[in-house]
């Protein structure tokens, strides 16, 4: 067996990946002060499983993972990977090479494995004991190791001499089996503790088991009287069956002939049941038709209701149409009376306009005698020429305003004319509408008097 590789990733110094390839023969790791030689044989006790921070120059586990520098920034885990050749066989594993690893996250969580395959640090413990391989094993002695262990007591040296001649096992399974017999004797003092105290118990045990066997005779006797009021209750109880059967037997006979009674009675029963029956089916067919009469008594019901209410309907509307008859008369009256107004109106601007046309007339005539006998002094008269000129325009003016008033009230005339003849033409309308309506009032009071007299 024999070292082959070390694989480092953010162990203490070895941020990267960095491999340690081993070969036979003697290896020498150099460089200067403080350049991580050391942390080469920290990774390999560590992976190993030592688990002092301590021994691996450290205040806690989680000073061994890279903690960063001025370029790099710290990292999360430490990972160490030892690669030994096993073609020998010094490793109880059936594989050529072995290869432990061993991881730590800041958390503090740790993992190991062998071969790839997760285990407990017991595993690879167990695994290294007697090789000479370990933690603190001979194989891996430290700076001024040496020194100390020759410097030693014989007693400390023991150890490493152990190791290297393989009975560390032995004497750890010699530990264990003292520490077993330890406890098996502890064990033994016990039990002789207890069967001590139940020797203490045996006297009242023994008071206890003869008060017992008085129990058991009692009981004896007492199971013994049980049984023999027992067996005088169970013959009372059967004598007592014998009598209540017999009575049985008698109540059956009579239930025999009641129920041939109660047979008979049944027939009759079911006989009158059916006449009944046939009664209730009469009374059935009696209530159908009182029913379809009383249908039919609604019904006609209902229709007179229909019809007062028609006839109630047109009392209403011949009610209305009176008054609006009435209300027609009483505009008609009004419009008369206005056109009879406006007629005195007319008459008074015609007598007005003769009146105005003879003024005229003798303003003409006036005129025209003045023309004749003012003709020579024209000068003279040349103002009351104008005034009367004045006049005779004024005069015009109001004549023709009178005719503009006479036309205004002529076509106010024409417009009541015709609105006169609408008004007759709707009166007439009206009084058909009327007589239409009287005739339909008679002929459904005629149809309630018919239908009152076929119902
Ligand atoms: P010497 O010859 O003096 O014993 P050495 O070459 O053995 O020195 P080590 O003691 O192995 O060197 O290495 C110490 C170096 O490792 C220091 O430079 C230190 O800064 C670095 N170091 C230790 N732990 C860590 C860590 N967790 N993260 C980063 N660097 C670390």
């Not at 609006?324 to 007005?352: F, G, M, V, Y």
């Amino acid at each position: 067996m024999y070292l082959k590789r070390l694989e480092l990733i953010g162990f203490k110094s070895f941020a990267d990946r960095t491999e340690l390839e081993f070969v036979p023969g003697v290896t020498a790791v150099v460089g200067p002060n403080g350049s991580g030689k050391s942390n080469v044989s920290d990774a390999i006790r560590w992976v190993l499983g030592e688990q002092s921070a301590k021994s691996l120059r450290g205040a806690k586990m989680e000073d061994i993972i890279f903690a960063g520098s001025d370029t790099r920034k710290p990292v999360n885990f430490a990972e160490v990977s030892l690669t030994l050749d096993n073609s020998d066989g010094s490793l109880d594993l059936e594989y050529s090479e072995v290869t432990v690893t061993r991881r730590v996250y800041r958390s503090g969580e740790s993992e190991y494995s062998i071969n790839k395959r997760p285990c407990r640090l017991k595993d690879i413990m167990e695994l290294f004991m007697d090789t000479g391989v370990g933690k603190e094993a001979y194989s891996i002695i430290g700076q001024g190791r040496i020194e100390e262990i020759l410097s030693t007591k014989a007693e400390d040296r023991r150890g490493i001499f152990e190791e290297a001649a393989g009975i560390v096992k032995y004497k750890n399974r010699k530990r264990e089996a003292e520490k077993r017999l330890e406890e098996t004797e502890q064990n033994l003092v016990r039990i002789h503790d207890i069967v001590s105290e139940i020797d203490e118990q045996a006297g009242p045990l023994a008071e206890q088991a003869e008060t017992a066997k008085t129990y058991q005779a009692l009981h004896q006797q007492l199971v013994e009287h049980e049984v023999s009021l027992y067996v005088q209750q169970i013959e009372a109880t059967h004598e007592k069956w014998q009598r209540s059967s017999e009575q049985v037997a008698g109540l059956q006979n009579e239930l025999i002939q009641l129920s041939a009674t109660s047979s008979t009675r049944e027939a009759e029963l079911e006989q009158a049941k059916l006449k009944v029956h046939e009664i209730d089916q009469s009374i059935e067919e009696l209530q159908q038709v009182l029913l379809s009469v009383s249908e039919e008594t609604e019904k006609v019901e209902g229709q007179r209701e229909v019809l007062r209410e028609r006839k109630r309907n047109l009392a209403a509307n011949r009610q209305q149409t009176m008054e609006q008859l009435h209300r027609l008369t009483e505009k008609q009256r009004s419009l008369e009376e206005e056109l009879a107004e406006q007629n005195k109106l007319k008459q008074e601007a015609e007598l007005r306009l003769a009146e105005a046309e003879a003024a005229l007339q003798k303003a003409q005539e006036n005129y025209s005698e003045m023309l004749q006998a003012l003709t020579d002094d024209v000068d003279a008269l040349k103002s009351d020429y104008f005034e009367k000129l004045n006049q005779t325009a004024n005069l015009r003016n109001d004549m023709r305003h009178q005719q503009q008033i006479l036309q205004t009230h002529q076509a106010r005339v024409d417009r009541l004319t015709q609105e006169k003849a609408r008004l007759d033409q709707e009166e007439a309308q009206r009084q058909e509408k009327l007589a239409l309506c009287q005739q339909e009032l008679a002929e459904v009071e005629q149809a309630i008097n018919e239908t009152l007299a076929a119902y």
